[in-house]
Nanobody
Framework: QVQLVESGGGLVQAGGSLRLSCAAT????????MAWYRQCPGKQRELVAG???????NYADSVKGRFTISRDNAKTTVYLQMNSLKPEDTAVYYC??????????????WGQGTQVTVSS
């Protein structure tokens, strides 16, 4: 079984920074793309940033220049560095990964979510 374990959420004042981490555990053969999504109450989940196994990244327009997504060398952990946070960044942040298990089965895996609250 493959799991994603997130950490790093919390409460921060506007203009502050937070770093989210997401570690993949379990019977993993490879991890392809990884991404961070967020969801505000009453709204649909939206893509914040994504990164491929080759290191290519993409960002939502609303976070470009403020957020940075990265992966560790083993490519099993993804990070989201969030700077210059705004109250509108308040949401539950979810990690997502496209994982191939040791049995060569491909899974679309989600983390449990971590709350980020930005106060004005």
């Amino acid at each position: 079984q493959v799991q994603l374990v997130e950490s790093g959420g919390g409460l921060v004042q506007a203009g502050g920074s937070l770093r989210l981490s997401c570690a993949a555990t379990g019977s993993i053969f490879s991890i392809n793309a990884m991404a961070w999504y967020r969801q505000c109450p009453g709204k649909q989940r939206e893509l914040v940033a994504g990164i491929t196994s080759g290191g290519s990244t993409n960002y939502a327009d609303s976070v470009k220049g403020r957020f940075t997504i990265s992966r560790d060398n083993a490519k099993t952990t993804v990070y989201l560095q969030m700077n210059s946070l705004k109250p509108e960044d308040t949401a539950v942040y979810y990690c997502n990964a496209d994982v191939t298990s040791m049995k060569r089965i491909v899974f679309d895996v989600w983390g449990q979510g971590t709350q980020v609250t930005v106060s004005s």
